[in-house]
């Protein structure tokens, strides 16, 4: 016998089906494709996108840990079959690298599994490709439709056959309060949604479409996250990754949740401990305290877990909201470890992970809100560069994208439709990355190549990926200006007004784009976001690369010793580089240098 897998559809999708924050273990059906005794997780499907260089099948045997399973992989072009054979472990897993063999090509396949004690194969088909992992919060979540006013109209490269090569896999947004083996299926007997969280509304007429590998075309894309679609398109239009060359996308987040739902329990090892009630157990199995009502792990649990392994070239996240009131120091022990335990769990070394920085937010907000919103941009900051985990991140900058006039969801909702921009910005940084990624199966992405990632063609055709970066700032010693120097634009910088700005770049105006602090008595210097900061004029030199700014009032208590940038909820005016228009990131404490 033969079981193929077929599309898990609901006939009347249940309008009270919400996947819970409480992360109650609920009842989890398996409809995987299954021997009896082998089984394999739903995103080994029809249509399914391996990776190039790093393709793995893994499953589990159910019945018998000494299993012994055969993978059989034929390749059409040209006809080639390869036979891969493994025993189950004790804990009935079982997993072949089947990547070397199979070369580096966009190759159609079809894989046929047995096991030894059974007559019965799963069979699917697949093809190799480059694989990226989407996850997050509701920035990540926001649909092409929900997107397609701003930019490219979404469905005009659809309807073209221009991305005919893109597949897209969204995972069924479902959680447990115990690490799964397969993705979930049915929750109460009735078909979980994976667009619940769909903006701008729920859809329940989409979710035929979970976890199914499906091409993208108008009526497909439509629900899908948009930021991580468009980083896709704007790799291919690059000349990153050729266009000939399959993409697959794995979408799986959800809408207002927070880190600690998506991380495995070691991410909590050696951070502080958050004040908050209830019972979570970290990585060493010590108590850890919390209040909310979403349980630590949860998520990945149940819609990160079962595919940890597949292969794939890098992650793609956006979250950042529903930690804002974390201090810096939770914020960013907890986001770096979390990534370094997505990399060790995945196996497959420092993969890049590219993170969104925090965009704007409601003007509306408390007085202690826009310290949060800085505290916040200034930890997801703290993955780019050297650190202690050496994790491999990259950071989008997103604070100039606002939306604010005709945002039909609201005038200070936080979810920019601007995702093509940010796709654009995801794309040049990813290709930078695994341009000098640690990773070893990883190729320089610099131009096409019919197999794929290109080879490398020297260092004058780097990837002009970044921002401007502040390089210096330097007190004046005669009027009290500071000048900053900035790095990292190769053909100097431009000032200009962010989306929506009402202020813009009027230097000429005491305004929050630039703002200095110094020492204040009675002022609690340890905690830099509380600071008392004072506004700036300011002005700027292309060719030179430089800002100058003036402090509106002089600190009559000593010189100014630390400026920030963009640290307001809507920054009005941005820095950017003159070459590739991406604009320097937020930063909240950059020393000032007295005048030698």
Known sequence: ATSRYSQSRSKDLHQSVMVSLFCAATVLVMASGATGLVMVPQIFRDGVVLQMGAARIFGFASGNPAEIVSVNVTTTHPPTAHVYTVTAGSDGKWSVEVASSLGDTSTPLHISITGSMSDDSIEFDGILGEVLMCSGQSNMVLSVEGASCCGLNASEPLQNNVYENIRLFSVIMHNESHPQRDLPTFINGTASPCYWGHIPGPRPQDNHKCQTWQ??????????????????????????????????????????????????????????????????????????????????????????????????????????????????????CIFQNMIAAWQDRWGMGKFPFVATQLGDQNAGATSAFPAYVNSCRDAQLSIVGSNDRTINGGLVSAYDQGDRVLNPFGTNDVHSRYKQELGRRAALLLAAMLQSSPVSTVRPVVAKSASGLAPAIGAAAKVDWSGPTPTSATLSSTDGSITLKWGGATAGIFVNGTRDCWECCDGTKALDVFQVAGAYPGVNQS????????????????????????????????????????ASLWPQCAVYSSTNRVPAFSFGNFNISKPV
Not at 280 to 291: D, E, I, K, M, P
Not at 539 to 552: D, L, Q
């Open 215 to 332: 091409t993208a075309q108008p009526g497909v894309t439509d629900a899908f996250s948009a930021e991580c679609f468009y980083t896709a398109t704007e790799l291919i239009k690059s000349g990153a990754i050729a266009a000939n060359v399959t993409v697959g996308l794995v979408f799986t987040a959800y809408s207002g949740t927070s880190m600690e739902v998506w991380s495995p329990p070691e991410t909590f090892d050696g951070c502080p401990v958050k004040p908050w009630t209830g019972t979570q157990r970290n990585g060493s199995g010590h108590s850890l305290q919390w209040a909310a009502p979403s349980q630590p792990s949860c998520l990945w649990n149940s819609m990160v877990n079962p595919i940890v392994g597949f292969g794939m070239r890098a992650v793609l996240w956006n979250q950042g909201e529903t930690n804002m009131g974390d201090s810096f120091e939770y914020f960013s």
């Open 527 to 566: 905690n830099r976001y509380h600071q008392l900061w004072t506004n700036t004029t300011f002005s700027w030199s292309i060719p030179s690369a430089t800002v100058t700014i003036k402090p509106v009032t002089p600190n009559k208590w000593g010189s100014y010793v630390v400026v920030r940038y963009a």
